[in-house]
């Protein structure tokens, strides 16, 4: 008997999205050069009582267990081995047959393939798979792009093996081309700005409040009961509650301050960059990580600055402030943050979306980024209902609902910045935020001054608020007859 469908590369993303795949009843080739991982995976898939999972040794024998018309999922490095895993299926691949990348690809690559495949007869779809291990395993999120055709032949599975949530599986074709990678790199990029706004406030509420990993624990598993409901504020909560089994205390404390990353964060911000679409709550998380990683720097620059005079006492001894209120006060200004930051990633796509044609269901996405991956939120579902109500919403931050969500909070959210800011502790997603929303909503900026002054020194002209046309003034001349009238000497 054929298989339904098969999967290439068995590290840990791909050994569970094949058991989550078998669990579901379709039979499943599974294929990986080094041996010992398919031995592996057909060992766990046996001891999760018998699915129906098949290895294979040799990549021939692997495609053609399959049935026709081929699916055949890849989840190996992005990059030159996806284009190696490709070359060694392809010489036994038919046309019709499709490849399914599952990586965090960079969407041109996607791109650049779908070309190279369909010369070849080939169907293919660039796919993110956000959930990591677990959410590979249990139901992830899944964000398909490039070849419909590619898409239907293996939608019935998909949905399947999604995550589920009230209004369906989490999973949609996205569009054309490398749409669902470009759609997953964003969805990376704003979980870098949730992970930084939720490390500010960590920081405001420890630094500032003086509260102790008990009370953030409590604090956080709160806060996960209400509006702020999601996956990372939850295991943050967990986080706070795992005492280190090296020592005293808790585990936390004991982590080294330096975070890494991967490059789907630095893809976002340079996109954003190259599509002249603000992002300064995802930059400033993208500069957060830099500076995380100087951690020597950082140590050196501390004892510098405080030979130089700056104080290093305790913030919470000396200014007393009110627990209760600055719990309540940091929940609303993460809230609000957090929408000015998905604001962002969403103006991103549809930028993006506009360039390549590729039609994106700003809300649709919000939907499937409900269930199975890292950034699922109860607030999503606002999100999605935001662009349901008006499919062509300019900025979250306008929807009706949520600009009244941003004005309730942002007397609390003003006083936490500010707060931090006292105290010399940096909240540059929370700050970036804030700047986004009051930049966003003022309609008159300061931009006429850099205007004149680009005027001034090149000539470049401005426009004026008043009457049509570009004019362009001698501003020296003028200044200096000016300043010969009134005898000022320059
Ligand atoms: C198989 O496993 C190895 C090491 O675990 C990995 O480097 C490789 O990319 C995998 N994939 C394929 C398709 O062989």
């Not at 369909?118 to 990591?132: E, F, I, N, T």
């Not at 300061?446 to 004149?452: E, F, I, K, S, T």
Request: aromatic residues 8%.
């Amino acid at each position: 008997m054929l298989s339904r469908i098969g999967l290439a590369g068995l590290a840990v993303m791909g050994q569970n999205l094949a058991l989550n795949i078998a669990e579901k009843g379709f039979p499943i080739s599974v294929y990986n050069r080094t041996v010992a991982k398919v031995d592996e995976t057909v060992a766990r898939a046996a001891s999760e009582g018998g699915l129906p999972l098949f290895g294979h040794r040799s990549p021939q024998d692997f495609v053609l267990s399959i049935s026709r018309p081929r699916s055949i999922v890849i989840l190996v490095k992005a990059g030159a081995p996806v284009d190696q895993t490709i070359d060694t299926l392809s010489r036994y691949l038919e046309p019709g047959d499709a490849i399914i990348d599952g990586g965090n690809e960079w969407y041109e690559n996607t791109e650049r393939r779908i070309r190279e495949a369909s010369a070849r007869g080939l169907l293919y779809l660039g796919m993110g798979v956000s959930g990591g291990e677990d959410g590979a395993r249990n139901g992830p999120s899944l964000m398909p792009g490039g070849s419909h055709q590619a898409y239907d032949n293996i939608e019935n599975i998909l949905t399947r093996i999604a995550a589920q949530v009230d209004d369906g599986p989490c999973v949609t074709f996205v569009g054309e081309g490398g749409a669902g990678n470009f759609v997953k790199m964003v969805h990376n990029g704003i979980e870098y700005g949730d992970m930084q706004l939720i490390s500010e406030a960590y920081d405001v509420l420890r630094i500032v409040g003086g509260l102790s990993n008990a009370e953030l624990a409590e604090t956080f598993a709160e806060w996960n009961r209400g509006e702020l409901e999601s996956f990372l504020i939850e295991i943050t909560a967990d986080i706070f509650g795992v005492r280190d089994e090296h020592g005293d205390g808790e585990l936390v404390d004991k982590i080294l301050d330096k975070t890494g990353m991967k490059g789907t964060g630095k893809w976002t911000v340079q996109q954003a960059a190259e599509l002249s679409i603000a992002a300064p709550t995802i930059a400033a998380s993208l500069d957060s990580r830099y500076l995380s990683g100087l951690k020597e720097e950082r140590e050196a620059a501390a004892k510098t600055l405080e030979q130089a005079g700056i104080s290093s006492a305790d913030f919470a001894t000396f200014r007393s402030v009110d627990k209760k209120r600055l719990i309540d006060d940091v929940r609303q200004a993460l809230y609000a943050s957090k929408i000015c930051s998905y604001a962002q990633g969403m103006n991103l796509l549809k930028s993006k979306s506009a360039e390549k044609g590729w039609n994106l269901n700003l809300g649709e996405l919000a939907r499937i980024w409900k269930g199975g991956c890292i950034i699922r939120a109860r607030f999503l579902d606002r999100i999605k209902k935001a662009y349901e109500r008006n499919r062509g919403l300019a900025n979250l931050i306008v929807d009706p609902e949520f600009a009244k969500e941003m004005v309730q909070r942002q007397a609390a959210w003003r006083r936490v910045v500010g707060l931090a800011i006292e105290a010399g502790i940096s909240t540059p997603g929370m700050c970036a935020s804030l700047a986004y929303f009051d930049t966003y909503r003022r309609a008159r900026l300061p931009a006429n001054l850099v205007q004149a002054q680009r005027d001034y020194f090149g000539a470049h002209t401005y426009e004026r608020v008043d009457r049509p046309g570009s004019f362009h003034t001698e501003w020296s001349k003028i200044a200096r007859q000016g300043r010969a009238g009134t005898g000022i000497r320059s």
